[in-house]
Protein backbone atom coordinates (compact mmCIF):
# COMPACT_ATOMS: atom_id res chain seq x y z
CA UNK A 1 0.00 0.00 0.00
CA UNK A 2 1.96 3.45 -1.09
CA UNK A 3 2.09 6.13 0.75
CA UNK A 4 1.85 9.46 -0.71
CA UNK A 5 3.98 10.50 -4.04
CA UNK A 6 5.25 13.46 -4.92
CA UNK A 7 7.38 14.14 -7.83
CA UNK A 8 9.77 15.14 -8.67
CA UNK A 9 11.33 15.39 -5.59
CA UNK A 10 13.96 17.93 -6.34
CA UNK A 11 12.96 20.54 -9.27
CA UNK A 12 15.38 23.37 -10.59
CA UNK A 13 13.91 26.06 -12.31
CA UNK A 14 15.17 29.58 -13.48
CA UNK A 15 12.97 32.55 -12.48
CA UNK A 16 10.66 32.94 -15.04
CA UNK A 17 9.54 29.40 -15.73
CA UNK A 18 6.82 26.94 -14.63
CA UNK A 19 6.58 25.08 -11.88
CA UNK A 20 4.30 21.87 -11.96
CA UNK A 21 4.47 19.54 -8.63
CA UNK A 22 2.35 16.43 -8.55
CA UNK A 23 0.94 14.63 -5.53
CA UNK A 24 -0.68 11.10 -5.85
CA UNK A 25 -2.44 10.74 -2.41
CA UNK A 26 -2.72 7.32 -0.75
CA UNK A 27 -5.05 5.23 -2.31
CA UNK A 28 -8.57 5.74 -1.07
CA UNK A 29 -7.83 9.23 0.13
CA UNK A 30 -9.63 11.68 -1.42
CA UNK A 31 -8.56 14.97 0.43
CA UNK A 32 -5.00 16.62 -0.33
CA UNK A 33 -3.35 19.18 1.79
CA UNK A 34 -0.21 21.28 -0.20
CA UNK A 35 1.93 22.95 2.37
CA UNK A 36 5.25 24.97 1.78
CA UNK A 37 7.97 24.57 4.20
CA UNK A 38 10.90 27.72 4.14
CA UNK A 39 13.68 27.58 6.05
CA UNK A 40 12.66 31.06 8.09
CA UNK A 41 8.43 30.22 8.33
CA UNK A 42 8.09 26.39 9.39
CA UNK A 43 5.57 25.01 7.45
CA UNK A 44 2.47 27.19 6.20
CA UNK A 45 -1.01 25.49 4.71
CA UNK A 46 -1.62 26.38 1.08
CA UNK A 47 -4.61 24.18 0.33
CA UNK A 48 -7.37 21.85 0.76
CA UNK A 49 -8.95 19.92 -2.13
CA UNK A 50 -11.39 17.75 -2.61
CA UNK A 51 -11.64 15.62 -6.00
CA UNK A 52 -12.34 18.49 -8.48
CA UNK A 53 -13.17 21.04 -5.81
CA UNK A 54 -11.08 23.67 -4.17
CA UNK A 55 -12.03 23.91 -0.25
CA UNK A 56 -10.09 26.42 1.36
CA UNK A 57 -7.72 28.27 -0.34
CA UNK A 58 -6.97 30.89 2.26
CA UNK A 59 -2.90 30.06 2.22
CA UNK A 60 -2.27 30.34 -1.22
CA UNK A 61 0.02 33.83 -2.91
CA UNK A 62 -2.93 35.53 -4.58
CA UNK A 63 -1.11 35.55 -7.90
CA UNK A 64 0.90 32.99 -9.95
CA UNK A 65 0.07 30.27 -7.55
CA UNK A 66 -2.78 27.75 -8.57
CA UNK A 67 -3.67 23.78 -7.53
CA UNK A 68 -6.45 21.68 -8.70
CA UNK A 69 -7.12 17.89 -7.85
CA UNK A 70 -9.37 16.59 -11.27
CA UNK A 71 -11.03 13.45 -11.23
CA UNK A 72 -8.60 11.34 -11.97
CA UNK A 73 -4.81 11.94 -11.95
CA UNK A 74 -2.49 13.39 -9.02
CA UNK A 75 -3.13 17.16 -7.79
CA UNK A 76 -1.23 19.39 -9.18
CA UNK A 77 0.17 22.79 -7.89
CA UNK A 78 1.06 25.01 -10.42
CA UNK A 79 3.60 28.16 -10.09
CA UNK A 80 4.00 30.52 -12.73
CA UNK A 81 6.60 33.05 -13.61
CA UNK A 82 8.66 31.46 -10.76
CA UNK A 83 10.70 33.88 -8.54
CA UNK A 84 13.89 33.25 -6.06
CA UNK A 85 11.33 33.77 -3.08
CA UNK A 86 9.29 30.42 -4.29
CA UNK A 87 12.34 28.16 -3.42
CA UNK A 88 10.86 25.76 -0.71
CA UNK A 89 10.05 22.55 0.51
CA UNK A 90 6.28 21.66 -0.83
CA UNK A 91 4.77 18.91 0.56
CA UNK A 92 1.33 16.94 0.52
CA UNK A 93 -0.71 15.60 2.69
CA UNK A 94 -3.77 13.06 2.08
CA UNK A 95 -6.52 11.83 4.28
CA UNK A 96 -9.39 9.30 3.95
CA UNK A 97 -12.05 11.54 5.18
CA UNK A 98 -12.17 15.90 5.44
CA UNK A 99 -13.05 15.80 9.00
CA UNK A 100 -10.41 15.31 11.69
CA UNK A 101 -8.38 12.59 10.95
CA UNK A 102 -4.80 11.76 10.43
CA UNK A 103 -3.33 13.00 7.19
CA UNK A 104 -0.23 11.84 5.93
CA UNK A 105 2.35 13.22 4.19
CA UNK A 106 4.61 12.82 1.44
CA UNK A 107 8.23 13.27 1.09
CA UNK A 108 7.91 16.40 -0.55
CA UNK A 109 9.45 18.49 -3.43
CA UNK A 110 12.32 20.78 -3.21
CA UNK A 111 12.19 23.54 -5.92
CA UNK A 112 15.13 25.80 -6.00
CA UNK A 113 14.52 28.71 -8.43
CA UNK A 114 18.05 29.73 -9.93
CA UNK B 1 -4.41 33.13 13.61
CA UNK B 2 -3.55 30.56 16.34
CA UNK B 3 -0.13 31.16 16.77
CA UNK B 4 2.23 28.22 18.28
CA UNK B 5 5.50 28.76 19.79
CA UNK B 6 7.73 25.77 20.63
CA UNK B 7 10.89 26.11 22.66
CA UNK B 8 13.91 25.77 22.65
CA UNK B 9 14.19 26.50 18.99
CA UNK B 10 17.54 24.37 19.25
CA UNK B 11 18.42 21.23 21.14
CA UNK B 12 21.94 19.54 20.86
CA UNK B 13 22.04 16.34 23.70
CA UNK B 14 24.44 13.06 24.15
CA UNK B 15 23.12 9.83 23.83
CA UNK B 16 21.60 8.67 27.32
CA UNK B 17 20.34 12.17 28.34
CA UNK B 18 16.39 13.11 28.43
CA UNK B 19 15.05 16.66 27.34
CA UNK B 20 11.94 17.93 26.78
CA UNK B 21 10.30 20.57 24.41
CA UNK B 22 7.42 22.46 24.82
CA UNK B 23 4.73 24.09 22.82
CA UNK B 24 2.67 26.32 24.00
CA UNK B 25 -0.59 28.91 22.62
CA UNK B 26 -2.30 31.87 23.93
CA UNK B 27 -5.56 30.21 22.90
CA UNK B 28 -7.16 26.81 23.40
CA UNK B 29 -5.94 24.12 20.76
CA UNK B 30 -8.51 22.13 19.69
CA UNK B 31 -6.60 19.22 19.39
CA UNK B 32 -2.47 18.89 19.23
CA UNK B 33 -0.63 17.17 17.32
CA UNK B 34 3.07 16.26 17.53
CA UNK B 35 5.24 15.32 14.07
CA UNK B 36 8.92 14.42 13.26
CA UNK B 37 10.48 15.43 10.45
CA UNK B 38 14.02 14.33 9.23
CA UNK B 39 16.02 15.69 6.59
CA UNK B 40 14.64 15.39 3.40
CA UNK B 41 11.58 13.38 4.53
CA UNK B 42 7.96 14.83 5.04
CA UNK B 43 6.49 14.79 8.85
CA UNK B 44 5.22 11.98 10.57
CA UNK B 45 2.53 11.93 13.22
CA UNK B 46 3.51 10.53 16.27
CA UNK B 47 0.57 11.20 18.44
CA UNK B 48 -2.72 12.83 18.70
CA UNK B 49 -4.05 14.79 21.68
CA UNK B 50 -7.16 16.12 22.54
CA UNK B 51 -8.60 15.70 26.27
CA UNK B 52 -7.17 18.48 28.79
CA UNK B 53 -4.46 16.71 31.11
CA UNK B 54 -3.83 13.77 28.67
CA UNK B 55 -0.87 11.89 29.14
CA UNK B 56 0.02 9.74 26.19
CA UNK B 57 3.39 6.98 26.03
CA UNK B 58 5.02 5.95 22.85
CA UNK B 59 7.81 4.18 23.88
CA UNK B 60 10.55 6.13 25.34
CA UNK B 61 8.24 9.52 24.20
CA UNK B 62 6.12 10.65 26.63
CA UNK B 63 3.77 13.23 25.43
CA UNK B 64 1.35 15.57 27.58
CA UNK B 65 -1.81 17.99 27.06
CA UNK B 66 -2.12 20.71 29.51
CA UNK B 67 -5.36 20.96 31.63
CA UNK B 68 -6.75 23.96 29.79
CA UNK B 69 -5.63 22.63 26.94
CA UNK B 70 -3.07 25.43 25.96
CA UNK B 71 0.06 23.86 26.37
CA UNK B 72 1.54 20.44 25.42
CA UNK B 73 4.99 18.85 25.83
CA UNK B 74 7.11 16.11 24.42
CA UNK B 75 9.57 14.28 26.89
CA UNK B 76 12.20 12.03 25.67
CA UNK B 77 14.12 9.41 28.08
CA UNK B 78 17.81 8.50 26.95
CA UNK B 79 17.75 10.11 24.07
CA UNK B 80 19.87 8.26 21.12
CA UNK B 81 20.95 9.15 17.71
CA UNK B 82 17.78 8.01 15.95
CA UNK B 83 15.68 10.45 17.71
CA UNK B 84 17.65 13.45 15.57
CA UNK B 85 15.21 15.31 14.15
CA UNK B 86 12.54 18.26 14.01
CA UNK B 87 10.29 18.24 16.17
CA UNK B 88 6.73 19.92 15.38
CA UNK B 89 3.34 20.32 17.07
CA UNK B 90 0.46 21.19 15.22
CA UNK B 91 -2.98 21.96 15.81
CA UNK B 92 -5.31 20.04 13.57
CA UNK B 93 -8.77 21.87 12.32
CA UNK B 94 -6.94 25.02 12.92
CA UNK B 95 -9.38 27.92 12.58
CA UNK B 96 -12.12 26.33 13.90
CA UNK B 97 -12.28 24.08 10.85
CA UNK B 98 -13.71 21.38 10.43
CA UNK B 99 -11.30 19.55 8.25
CA UNK B 100 -7.96 18.63 9.02
CA UNK B 101 -5.87 21.96 8.28
CA UNK B 102 -2.91 22.10 10.39
CA UNK B 103 -1.14 24.96 11.86
CA UNK B 104 2.48 24.19 12.84
CA UNK B 105 4.77 25.60 15.14
CA UNK B 106 8.82 26.75 14.35
CA UNK B 107 9.90 23.41 15.36
CA UNK B 108 12.48 21.92 17.63
CA UNK B 109 15.35 20.74 15.94
CA UNK B 110 17.17 18.14 17.96
CA UNK B 111 20.68 16.70 17.68
CA UNK B 112 21.56 13.40 19.71
CA UNK B 113 25.33 12.79 19.87
CA UNK B 114 26.82 9.31 19.91
Known amino acids: NAGVMQNPRHLVRRRGQEARLRCSPM?????VYWYRQLPEEGLKFMVYLQKENIIDESGMPKERFSAEFPKEGPSILRIQQVVRGDSAAYFC????????????FGQGTRLTVV | TQLLEQSPQFLSIQEGENLTVYCNSSSVFSSLQWYRQEPGEGPVLLVT?????EVKKLKRLTFQFGDARKDSSLHITAAQPGDTGLYLC??????????????FGQGTILTVHP
Open chain 1, 93 to 104: ASSPTGGYTEAF
Open chain 1, 27 to 31: KGHSH
Open chain 2, 90 to 103: AEANAGGTSYGKLT
Open chain 2, 49 to 53: VVTGG
